[in-house]
Structure formats: structure tokens, C-alpha cells
């Protein structure tokens, strides 16, 4: 059951373009979320966070989007660069259970 | 400014064998945190830690144990290890909860049983 989706395992785009990555949630319960970015043979970085009370949080290249009432949030790459190839996951919690939920990571190719 | 140390980095392990792996942070973080990561299944977590002494389970617990003795150092213990137990093994620590810098994750573990 997981509470936590990233439906597509995989994305590519070309360098300059926007990359757009999903994660859908089942849990109304989560209130706080991130994303990271992980490189081969590297544990996961971290990039950006938002809380429930925001639809939306920027930092330089990247934003990240939440939607709750359809339980889903999107990080956007703009523009994309070849540096940015990597697995992307999505993480939620509810706060109470001091812990967070991850999603099963979508691979960017970003194309030169 | 070592982060989060994971040892071993690679380990290759007999079915039946048992091992413990080490995680130390020198961030002052209360929580810590065992996941493994499998190929479509993302990062799993494993059991936790919200200060130094305790344990709590998390989605995967069945057949590791975890010891918080010292702030610093949170270790996973396979005490008799299966080839499903093959995997990488990530620690990751964080101050709070709601820090917006997230976790600091180790560099992982490669865990081979065979």
C-alpha cells in the first residue's frame, strides 16, 4: 500500500526545456513535503521542502507545486540543464509520526 | 564537516551470517533513520529514532534490529541474514522534524547476501 507515488519511473527532456515531475499521496494526514535528488553511488540530497499551507515554494531553478485537494504535488526544473540527470524522490509526513514516506523515485535525463 | 559516516560502504554477507551496520552523525541531530533502497520500491524505511535510547519501527522492520546508545551513532543489526536483505542501506539524520533542509542522508551501504 504505498502511500506515496511516483507513477513515472522515468522522464526525459531536452537541456533549456522545463522538467515537470509528479507524486501523488494517499494520506490527507501528510502536512509537510520534500524533494530529493539522488546521484549514482550517492546517498539523496536534499532540494526543496513545502508545508501544507503553501501551494508553493521557489528556490532558484526549482519549484515545487501542492495541490491538496487532489493530493498532489509537482517539482519543476526550469530550464533544465544535464547536471540536473538524477533520481528524483518525493517524501511525506504527517509530523505526528515523526518520520517520512517516500515515493519510488523517477529518473531525469536531462539531453545536451 | 563529515555529515553523516555510514561503515561499512560495501559488505558481501553468507546467508545465516550476521552483521551490524554503523551510522554516525556529528550534526547534533536527535532524529536518525535506517532506510534500504530497492530498484521500483523507492526508499523504504526501516526503524527510526527520535533520541538517543529510542527505537521505533518503520515499514520494513522484520529481520534488523537498531541500538541508539549514543546521540551520535544509531547501528543496524542483521542477526541472521536472508538474501531478500540485499539491498543499499542509507542513514539519514535530521535536528527536527519540520527543518526545511530535510534529512542529511550517509553515502549508503551495498549489502550483497548471498
Known amino acids: 500500500d504505498q502511500q506515496v507515488k511516483q507513477n513515472s519511473p522515468s522522464l526525459s527532456v531536452q537541456e533549456g526545456r522545463i522538467s515537470i515531475l509528479n507524486c501523488d499521496y494517499t494520506?490527507?494526514?501528510?502536512?509537510?513535503f520534500l524533494w530529493y535528488k539522488k546521484y549514482p553511488a550517492e546517498g539523496p540530497t536534499f532540494l526543496i521542502s513545502?508545508?501544507?499551507?503553501?501551494d508553493k515554494n521557489e528556490d532558484g531553478r526549482f519549484t515545487v507545486f501542492l495541490n491538496k485537494s487532489a493530493k498532489h504535488l509537482s517539482l519543476h526544473i526550469v530550464p533544465s540543464q544535464p547536471g540536473d540527470s538524477a533520481v528524483y524522490f518525493c517524501?511525506?509526513?504527517?509530523?505526528?509520526?515523526?518520520?517520512?514516506?517516500f515515493g519510488t523515485g523517477t529518473r531525469l535525463k536531462v539531453l545536451a | 564537516n563529515a555529515g553523516v559516516t555510514q561503515t561499512p560502504k560495501f559488505r558481501v554477507l553468507k546467508t545465516g551470517q550476521s552483521m551490524t551496520l554503523l551510522c554516525a552523525q556529528d550534526?547534533?541531530?536527535?532524529?536518525m533513520y535506517w532506510y534500504r533502497q530497492d530498484p521500483g520500491m523507492g526508499l523504504r524505511l526501516i526503524h527510526y529514532?527520535?533520541?538517543?535510547?529510542?527505537?521505533a519501527k518503520g515499514e520494513v522492520p522484520d529481520g534488523y534490529n537498531v541500538s541508539r546508545l549514543k546521540k551520535q551513532n544509531f547501528l543496524l543489526g542483521l542477526e541472521s541474514a536472508a538474501p531478500s536483505q540485499t539491498s543499499v542501506y542509507f542513514c539519514?539524520?535530521?535536528?527536527?522534524?519540520?527543518?526545511?533542509?530535510?534529512?542529511?542522508f550517509g553515502s549508503g551501504t551495498r549489502l550483497t547476501v548471498v
Open positions: 539519514a539524520s535530521s535536528y527536527d522534524l519540520y527543518t526545511s533542509s530535510g534529512y542529511t
Open positions: 550534526m547534533n541531530h536527535e532524529y
Open positions: 529514532s527520535v533520541g538517543e535510547g529510542t527505537t
Open positions: 513545502i508545508s501544507s499551507i503553501k
Open positions: 517524501a511525506a509526513s504527517d509530523g505526528g509520526t515523526y518520520k517520512y514516506i
Open positions: 494520506n490527507s494526514m501528510f502536512d509537510y
